[in-house]
């Protein structure tokens, strides 16, 4: 039984890549490992060579087997615990630089990857496994609130390519990758230690959600041409030229949730007091309100920003599952490896497709709310789940697709409400707010 494969003998780790799949190919170096967290299921060597018979008349099987192109798949499912779900959750999502961090701010058009360095103990030595260009075609968030077992995240993730440090040896040996397609020095890298702290449960996530009119916001007065995007946490301010305007609260950024900013009338008179904008006025007299109640959206010069009267939390919930689904478009072709040599690779590169955000909600029911939104055929203007500490997600301009709430003798009423998120806005790529984030 010592010789056996045990789970519990393998450890993970990634570090974000600048482009896709740029680690391994010796145009990106090797930095610090990020610990993934809590992995619930994992197979960095999951490959497909995708072989194809070639049959011919006077045999009685297929004489010649061709080897098509490689396809990397990569399973995931992580519980969250400490950061990492926090950058491989962004990642999928789309990030991007504000306030000197990366944040999963909201939809990209292109790809954001890792490569993801395992390791395996055999006995006493140890192997190990480098993936490179591991792109997130699927995220799913699961809260189990019946259970209250920890958040789990879902991906369904794809790799450029995988290899094995060829001789196991020393655990710092078995982490350099040398003489094959791609490559990478890992040996003088410090292992980052696990999370001391519990993971999140979906008892420290609250969900709420609006309906109705929006009255209340603001409408925003900048120079000619510029526009305006407010994220979870953020409100960006632009010029004409797509350039952060540095006359904008800090190097072109307000964070909403500043003491200094955190109601549109602390943050109506600091716009103000910025050379080239202010707010034209406060819609609805909702001086006291929080910004982070605003529509996620894009806004042009003049116009406005809404939010909800009221956010209102989600009664009853019993399940919640938040999918991203960026429906990613594998590019095959020949790829050269660092030895020179080259390979067939069905992920070569990757295009990302339009992305579909759909959250499922299943609660007891309470009353008509939701069946009567969908009949209506009118938006949730807002929905955030927020993990208090640890952040929160905000989605935007959601349609309940389905509502079904079936009766059984002597049991509760039980409500599936199924919702996509389309995001808001006047101007340029409104859609991309449709998911937003701070965490």
């Known amino acids: 039984m010592a010789d056996i494969r045990r789970p519990q003998q393998v450890n993970a780790y990634f570090q974000t890549e600048t482009a896709y799949a740029t680690i391994g190919k010796n145009t990106q170096a090797e930095g610090a490992l ?61 990030q991007s630089t504000i306030d000197s961090a990366a944040r999963p701010a909201h939809l990209r058009n292109d790809i954001q990857t890792v490569a993801i360095v395992a390791e395996e103990q ?123 305007d540095s006359n904008f609260g800090t190097g072109g950024i307000y964070d909403m949730t500043l003491d200094a900013n955190n109601t549109l009338t602390k943050l109506k008179d600091l716009i103000d007091n910025d050379t080239g904008w202010g707010t034209q006025t406060i819609l609805g007299g909702a001086g006291s309100s929080n910004p982070l109640d605003l529509q996620k959206g894009v806004y042009s010069d003049g116009g406005s920003a809404f939010m909800p009267s009221s956010m209102t939390v989600w009664p009853y919930v019993k399940t919640a599952k938040l999918t991203i689904d960026n429906q990613h478009i594998p590019l095959p072709g020949v790829g050269t490896g660092v030895d020179g040599s080259k390979k067939l690779l069905q992920n070569n590169d990757i295009a990302r497709g339009e992305s579909i955000i759909t959250l499922e909600i299943t609660s007891t029911a309470k009353d008509e709310t939701f069946y009567d939104e969908m009949v209506a055929g009118d938006a949730l203007p807002l929905v955030r789940l927020d993990f208090g500490t640890n952040g929160s997600i905000a989605l935007t301009n959601g349609r309940i697709m389905s ?16 919702m996509q998120f389309y995001g808001a806005g006047n101007y340029t790529n409104y859609s991309k707010y449709a998911i937003s984030g701070d965490f």
């Open 122 to 244: 055999l006995a006493s030595t140890y192997q190990g496994s480098l993936a490179s260009g591991v792109a997130f075609n699927k995220a799913t968030l699961d809260l189990d609130y019946t259970s209250n077992a920890p958040v789990m995240i879902d991906f369904d993730a794809t790799a450029y390519y995988v290899v094995d440090e060829a001789t196991p040896g020393t655990r710092t040996a078995a982490r350099t990758f040398a003489g094959d397609f791609i490559t990478g020095d890992y040996s003088s890298q410090t292992l980052p230690s696990e999370p001391t702290t519990d993971p999140i449960l979906p008892t420290d996530v609250e969900i709420k959600y609006s309906t109705g009119s929006m009255s209340k916001g603001f409408t925003f007065d900048g120079p000619a041409n510029s526009y305006v995007e407010v994220g979870e946490k953020y409100i960006l301010g632009y010029l004409s030229t797509g350039l952060l």
């Open 403 to 418: 509502r079904t709430a079936g009766y059984a003798a002597g049991t509760e009423v039980t409500e599936t409400v199924a």
């Open 34 to 94: 990020s610990h993934i967290g809590l992995l619930d299921t994992f197979d960095p060597r999951m490959v497909d060579h995708q072989y194809a018979a070639v049959s011919t008349v006077g045999y009685s099987v297929a004489p010649h087997i061709l080897k098509g192109a490689t396809m990397v798949t990569l399973p995931l499912k992580i519980g969250a615990w400490g950061d990492g779900w926090k950058t491989l959750l962004g990642r999928c999502i789309g």
